[in-house]
Every structure is written in structure tokens, then in C-alpha cells.
């Protein structure tokens, strides 16, 4: 994965053979721990989603060391997979080989994916209001008292501010988008 300075980057990976990535619920939050340990240093989360077999997140790349960046992205998900490889009596990988880092080039399609890696769980049928997943940005983005849910990783609520007058005003945004999304967004 090569990263620059400024730039943002959809990271996303997913298990093999489609096997539960979070099989307990305490799961979540220790890999976001992981994440916002090893690479909050490096970068800043705009939004994030969790999802029964994959992962999802928008970051802005804040450091020039951008092959640390790399290096802790493996560093997560290998700690990760060694983790519930020894709880759950496992062995071998637990995600596939490469972790996508796909560069985001235009605002425009920074929205789409802000608002697709919101809407996994609707879309999955997991939850029938956005706000009712609790492995996403989404909520402590439009409640801030949720922001003790966060679950460990920082969200740059400045990104927001720059965008949207209110959390209020991001909710109504997201809601109006649920059905918008264009299937060749879609990975």
C-alpha cells in the first residue's frame, strides 16, 4: 500500500471463507483499540463500520511516514488474527491476503463513500436505521453524548464541521442518501 501525506484512502479487508470476523462482542473493541493505537498517530478516522465479516474505514493520511503506516495496518490485523486465533482455538489467516487501500481523488466520491460505509448495515439488513449499529462512526456523529460509544477510535469531527452547520444537519444529509448510492459504488 502506498499512502501520501493529505490524502484519503478507503481501507477495507474481509475474511476468508466469509467467517465471522467479530465472533464475540467484545471483539469490536479490541480491534478498534488496536486501530486507534497503532495508527491514530498516522491518520485520522472520518468514518468507520465493522461489519460480521469485514471492515471498513475512511482515514486522512496526517504523516509523511507512510511506510509506518503500512507496517501498522499489518500490525493490527496480524495481532488481531492471533488474538482470536488463540481464544477460539484456531489457526491460519483470518482475513484475505491484501488490505485494500483505495485512494479517494475527488470530493464528490468522498461523500459516497462516507455515506456507503455508513449504510453497510442497513444495506446488509442488519439494522433498519442507521443509528441502530453500534460498530459504526455514524452515531457519535449525530449524538454527541454518544461519543463515550465510540468505542475507542477518535472520529475528526472537524471533517464534519467543515461540512455540515450540525450533527443534525449530517443526520438529515445521510437519511435523504440511504437509497441513492449507485450499486457500482458498491465493493
Known sequence: MIFEYGKYYH???????????????????????K????????CSVIAYCLMPTHFHFLIRIESNDTLQISKSIGVVLRSYTRAINKRFDRNGNL??????????????????????????PLRAR??????????????????????TDSHGVTVDKKFYGEYFKTSNDF???????????????WI
Open 95 to 120: 482475513f484475505q491476503q491484501n488490505t485494500k487501500a483505495k485512494e479517494i481523488t475527488d470530493e464528490r466520491y468522498l461523500f459516497i463513500l462516507l455515506n456507503y460505509i455508513h449504510q453497510n
Open 126 to 147: 442488519l439494522v433498519t436505521r442507521l443509528e441502530d449499529w453500534k460498530y459504526s462512526s455514524y452515531r457519535m456523529l449525530i449524538d454527541s453524548s454518544a461519543m
Open 171 to 185: 443526520k438529515q444529509y445521510s437519511e435523504e442518501l440511504v437509497q441513492s448510492v449507485r450499486s457500482e459504488y
Open 11 to 33: 481501507l477495507y479487508n474481509r475474511t476468508n471463507n466469509k467467517e465471522k470476523l467479530f465472533p464475540q462482542e467484545e471483539n469490536h473493541l479490541f480491534f478498534l483499540l
Open 35 to 42: 486501530f486507534q493505537t497503532y495508527l491514530s498517530l498516522h
